[in-house]
């Protein structure tokens, strides 16, 4: 396998992917070189490829991928060529006080790892340390979770960002208990994830609202009790006490406000979406305080790739967990800026870019 590969670039904020042919560094002896298979295209690559959230370019974005493992640096021992394996999106150093206390993705290393994708002698940004809008990436050991044989790539790229927010938000953030009411705002790929984690979890009740039809209905096969456009009023109307937990995945200020008002009194709500820099919201501290409520932010579900993918994988191949579910068509590299178009539209659910064959 030849040490060049083709790449979607960005330049500059808003620009359009520019399909190059990149170089990839001589791997460090912790690396690990992967010929990617898939990768999902996430919300944050099209806010970052539009500016809205990190201000560094010429960027490879792409951070929920599988591939192949090609080459190892000489220290590398957990995986080997031909090994099948999910990217994760965080580098956690494994010593740190937020990774010793099981909070990797709090870890300052998390998105320090230098470039390995080379332009005309210029280094890459890899988004998210992965850079998986490319044939091939370079990571480091830790970044490669092993993928087993009967679960396909695809199906495992999506483990990476979406199905590790949502179930992650469910079982590590919320400690969602059995018997529960749960209101979940916006049937994204990732509400949808909120959604699977809550059936496992055994809530009694869980509501979907969104204000698309098509979601909504997606939602109600993957084992909403309800779903509901989104009217607060309404959704408070099922349950007027409140829910146990509610889950905010819409992204925007307006839900995250609703989320609080719809939990119960010492409910729990979580909050997922990103939102641009500068939002704020506001929250009725005269009733909040008493209500001993908590609020809950999530980043990646506070994932631990190591033990949790695996926990995933073996979910899906029991049946118990639809990851299939989460994914509404695939594309090539070279229409990466239609596939972005389509997560801006809110069309479908996450679009895999297919990168090679397995
Ligand atoms: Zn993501
Ligand atoms: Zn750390």
Sequence with gaps: MSRTARAAVIRAPGQAAEICTVELAPLEHDEVRVRLVATGVCHTDVAWADGQLIDTFPVVLGHESAGVVEETGRAVTAVRPGDRVAVALTHNCGHCGYCETGRPMLCRQRTERPPRLILDGVPLVQGFGAGGFAEQTIVPEGSVIPVPADVPLPVAAIV????????????????????????????????????????????????????????????LRLGATDVMPADEP??????????????????????????????????????????????????????????????????????????????????????????????TGAMPLDDLDAAFARCRSGAGLRTLIALSAE
């Design 160 to 219: 990476g960002c979406a199905a590790s927010t949502g179930l992650g938000a469910v079982f590590n953030i919320a400690e969602v208990e059995y018997g529960t009411k749960v209101a979940i705002l916006g049937a994204g790929s990732i509400g949808l994830s909120v959604l699977l984690g809550c059936r496992l979890a055994g809530a009694d009740r869980i509501v979907m609202v969104d204000p698309d039809r098509q979601r909504r209905d997606r939602a």
């Design 234 to 327: 309404a959704v408070r109307a099922l349950e007027p006490d409140g829910f146990d937990y509610v889950f905010e995945s819409a992204g925007t200020a307006q839900a995250m406000e609703s989320a609080v008002r719809l939990a119960r009194e010492g409910g729990t709500t979580t909050l997922i979406g990103v939102v641009p820099p500068g939002t704020t919201i506001t929250i009725d501290a005269r009733s909040f305080v008493p209500s001993q409520s908590r609020i809950l932010g999530c980043l990646t579900g506070n994932v631990r790739p190591h033990v949790d993918f695996d926990r995933f994988f073996r979910l899906y191949r029991r049946g118990l967990l639809d990851l299939a579910a989460l994914s």
